[in-house]
């Protein structure tokens, strides 16, 4: 079986190589059938590598000097630095050297750059940023985070069926569950964009959308798939980061707050250990922004090496399973 090629963005993010680099190298003694590609300062990545035992077949290190910092312009930085890591993890896309991409570096340059360089499916208008997130029973996806903050209403319904497509065929939902993000059940609901989108996912025949839903229903696992737009989409995921992060520390503070609370820690250690990895975004891995010619999976900026681990097997599970042939099949219905 052929290989599947990831470049990977190693000086992209807050914790860049160390982290990216980490990732890798846990990425390929997790899948034997994964090859990385590691772009950026050729030494600073070797001096990393130099730390793990690992098979050095199964990466190799391409230098790019160049650096794209988080506040530059996204449009410039693209333009100007072709000799970055992100650019040229871009064009090993464009030019089939990858199969598909992993970058916790610049939102804003991984979005100019995923639709300048490597460009969009024919027929996909707007490519969409789709994370996975942890639910009552499983994961949701949820379809835009960041990516379009003012799209039309055919944009929302090319989201649906692409989240329908990666949600069958990468999670293994079989029919997955589609609903539109809205400040109520009713069908009435809305503003005038989730109005007409409804009324136009209402007669898609091949997705299996069931209406409209609200923020509170998504953690308990109402739909698969949560369609929105960026705006509204960000505000959730950040929103989800923001509660889980404060629950982990409250629980946390309350079982360390006595001597009883302690010993009750100790002895549901094991299953609270296991309940709260079911709600570890990094698990999941990053982004993928669906629509494009191929891949290209946004990371955290914050990533550390699970997530971009994750992100890297991500990329694997797409190729293998062929899913922008099957988005492509599935929009132009």
Known sequence: MKKVTVALDCMGGDYAPQEPVKGAVEAVKANGNVFVKLYGVKSDIEAELSKYQYN????????????????????????????SSLVKCLRAVRDGEADGMVSAGSTGANLVGGQVIIGRIKGVKR????PLLPTKN?????????ANVD????????????????MENVVGIKNPKVGLLNIGAEEEKGNALTKETYSLLDKVDDINFVGNVEARDIPEGAVDVAVCDAFTGNMVLKTYEGVGAVM????????????????GALLIKSSLKETMKAFNIEQYGGAPLLGLN???????????SVEIKNSILQCVTFQEMDINNKIIEKINK
């Open 56 to 83: 050095t077949e199964a990466i190799e290190v391409i230098d790019a000097p160049e650096i794209i910092e988080m506040a530059e312009s996204p449009v410039n930085a693209i333009r100007e630095k072709e000799n």
């Open 127 to 130: 490519p969409p940023l789709a």
């Open 138 to 146: 499983g994961v949701v996806l949820l379809i835009d985070c960041g």
């Open 151 to 166: 799209p039309k209403a055919k944009n929302l319904v090319q989201f649906a069926k692409m989240g329908s497509v990666y």
């Open 248 to 263: 982990l520390s409250k629980i946390k503070g309350a079982l360390l707050s006595s001597l009883k609370t302690k010993i």
């Open 294 to 304: 191929g891949l290209l999976v946004k990371t955290h900026g914050n990533s550390k």
